[in-house]
């Protein structure tokens, strides 16, 4: 239906219900009700090649006396806000050198830590230790305390994921530094799982009781070990198109990690292209190993280790490796889709 067609007939009609804060619905129906998802956003790629020189200069010309945290923000031009990155999810580099706090604070985003370079660094959630070692995913949710240090040597670095864009679009924003007489929040049991998973799952450390901690810390159900991660994955079944996939799962319900986030690792043999596939869902992606490339809507994108690159909903996606193995992380809004009964996805065949 032309919006200014329609219209004409009810301008003065318009015009009164504009001055009371009302509108039509007839005359811009076709306009809110689209037939499928408009994504705006294109796939976007933060090479490490660009990425490190920024981090190294962050370490060198930001203190950590200056920087709650010492984060440089993934952020889209054509995100919905400035800090997005998706527009459900945001993520970063956030890096922390040998002998350095993150003092503890906490707040209603749910987040994640995936590491992507060094060893030796710790988090404790809560009063849970977790080892930070590259390839390890760390969890930190809604309103649990959280601190970094660093009794290591290396530098190190790691991807932050965030649902920062869902919590200021529900303005459900909270923040608290430590201080004597706060305690602790135990974050609520998960739901089982909505959406479909044809892949295998891991459970977080604690569920495992020959799981090692590195650090000599006890597991913990905030940690997913890289080299735990790794196996599962090399032992999953291949899917048709010869990728495997493993999903991070929570250990109540084997849903997802976080009530906001979803997690999964995909493996990639060389020259081998996966199914084309697109979804509601949007990511963001974190190379963990190998090199390829990946077409994205209409944009072939190139990676390699520690690149950083997204795949917006409702894009058709296909992901191929150069090298003999390629691993990647992602981070997806999928299960809370799934959760809304907005979740869709179709898959084609390779191109």
Same mark, same amino acid.
């Given at each position: 239906m032309n919006q200014a067609v329609a219209s004409a007939p009810y301008a003065d009609f318009i015009a009164s219900l504009s001055k009371v804060q009302s509108q039509p619905l007839w005359d811009r129906y076709h306009r809110i009700t689209t037939r499928q998802p408009q994504s705006p956003t294109p796939a976007h790629l933060w090479s490490w090649a660009t990425m490190e020189p920024l981090v190294q200069r962050a370490v060198k010309e930001v203190s950590m006396a200056d920087a709650e945290r010492r984060v440089l923000l993934f952020t889209h031009p054509?995100?919905?806000q400035s800090v997005a990155t998706l527009r459900n999810l945001s993520g970063g580099l956030q890096t922390l050198l040998p002998g350095? +706090? %993150?003092?503890?604070?906490?707040?209603t985003l749910a987040a994640l830590r995936f590491v992507m370079q060094g060893q030796g660094a710790v988090t404790t959630v809560n009063d849970e230790q977790c080892a930070m070692n590259e390839g390890d995913l760390v969890l930190t949710p809604s309103w649990t305390w959280h601190e970094h240090t660093h009794p290591g040597a290396d530098r190190m670095v790691w991807f932050d994921g965030l649902d920062l864009p869902l919590s200021h679009h529900f303005d459900s924003m909270f923040f608290e530094m430590a201080a004597p007489?706060?305690?602790a929040v135990e974050p609520p049991a998960l739901r089982a799982? +909505? %959406?479909p998973h044809d892949g295998a799952t891991l459970l977080p450390d604690a569920c495992i009781p020959s799981a090692a901690n590195a650090g000599g810390f006890r597991p913990s159900r905030f940690r997913y070990g890289a080299q735990r991660a790794?196996?599962?994955?090399e032992a999953a079944?291949?899917?048709q198109d010869g990728s495997r996939l493993l999903r991070y799962a929570d250990a109540t319900g084997q849903g997802p990690v976080l009530p906001t986030l979803d997690c999964y690792l995909m493996g990639l043999d060389?020259?081998?292209r996966s199914h084309n596939r697109r979804s509601t869902a949007s990511a963001i992606c974190v190379v963990a190993e190998g090199e390829g490339s990946s077409v994205i809507g209409d944009k072939t994108i190139a990676w390699r280790r520690n690149d950083v690159f997204t795949v917006p909903h409702w894009q058709w996606a296909?992901?191929?490796a150069s090298t003999e193995q390629a691993r990647i992380f992602f981070m997806s809004d999928r299960e809370l889709l799934a959760g809304m009964g907005y979740l869709r996805e179709e898959c084609g065949e390779p191109a």
């Open positions: 054509q995100a919905c350095e +706090v %993150a003092h503890a604070h906490r707040h007489g706060l305690t799982a +909505v %959406a790794a196996a599962a994955l079944p291949a899917r060389k020259g081998r296909q992901h191929m």
